[in-house]
């Protein structure tokens, strides 16, 4: 069994932890907060995160990352986009050993217009790990942390890394598949935040299925548009960590970023939905990278357009959606036969 170090102990980062600690790893939780990781080591419950969760003993909170960083074989790095390269810099400090490093964290940079695992090369020395993984998929924290059927992704350039993440993980509460195409596996479960935004604005204006329904599909065709444009392999988009998260995001309580879109909905301000919230809502600062990618690459993403106007630049939700209704015809089959390639054109 190994040694392995989880940073950042919300929500996402506590159920992870307790996957590990269920196949009889010895994990440390490093929270940069130590308030909290006493809270955690004396009743063995995140309160804040994840509190209906008890965590087993072989969990144990740090707020010392040099001590949680100690003789680990692996790292799993689960802090919001914006924290990522704070917090490899922290570890490139301390970490002089090379290990396995997974990412759990779902976002894109608006600044660098970086992929979370880029920021990460950018930031790490090479000679400390040989590929970063991704860990994504659909999967509520709430419900990975009751242990309930659940099914993710790991991928990264060489296999082999991959594999190790898969043998770590995998139990049979938790599925763990490979794919090589990180750069789908990344940008599907970073974009279906937006999404997910716009279908709580959808519930919050009190419409339906139906309107949820065209969200996620027309959703899933600009997300596949921007992501073959940046070299994501189409067919990953059909998979878990595509069509998979976008069900999982859009369909539920559990999602903040639902959560946070359904608020705006119903006509509360931005900065008072995410003061309410207290927990990470990526899409928003997704959105906004997104935009300015769609932009520079000149890829149609009404939908991210549309929301981008009304968290950025004052629109209502409803006029968002009267423009969305309003756009000139188009031919369905043509659409999806751009996203996949010639060999699809009728
Ligand atoms: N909650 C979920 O069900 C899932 C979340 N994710 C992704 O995992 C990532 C983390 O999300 P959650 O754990 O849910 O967020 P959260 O809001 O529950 O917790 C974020 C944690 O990061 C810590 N943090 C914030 N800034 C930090 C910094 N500068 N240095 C160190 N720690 C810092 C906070 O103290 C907190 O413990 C996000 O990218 C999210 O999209 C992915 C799959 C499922
Ligand atoms: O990524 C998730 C489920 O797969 C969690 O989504 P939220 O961040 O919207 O809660």
Known sequence: MANVAVLGAGSWGTALS??????????????????????????????????????????????????????????????????????????????SHKVTIIHATKG?????????????????????????????????AEEVGLRQPTTVTV???????????????????????TNPDVVGVELGGALKNIIALGAGISDGLGYGDNAKSALITRGLAEIARLGTSMGANPLTFAGLTGVGDLIVTCTSQHSRNWRAGNMLGKGYDLHDVLEHMGMVVEGVRTTNAAYKLSQSQQIEMPITQGIEQLLFHGAAPKEVVDQLMTRGRRHEMEDLANILGDQYSS
């Open 155 to 177: 991928s990264s350039h060489t296999m082999k890394e991959a594999e190790i993440a898969q043998d770590l993980f995998i139990n049979e509460h938790f599925r763990v598949y």
């Open 108 to 140: 894109i940079d608006p600044d660098s217009l970086k992929r979370v695992s880029e920021m990460m090369e950018e930031e790490l020395p090479d000679d400390i790990y040989e590929d970063i993984v991704v860990l994504s998929g659909p999967s509520h």
């Open 18 to 95: 307790v996957v590990l600690a269920d196949n009889y790893h010895d994990v440390r939780l490093w929270t940069h907060r130590k308030d909290q990781a006493q809270q955690i080591n004396e009743t063995h419950h995140n309160e804040k995160y994840l509190q209906e969760v008890s965590l087993p003993s072989n969990i144990v909170a740090y707020n010392d990352m040099e001590a949680a960083l100690q003789d680990v074989t692996a790292v799993v790095v689960v802090v919001p986009t914006k924290a990522i390269r704070e917090v490899c810099q922290q570890m490139k400090s301390v970490l």
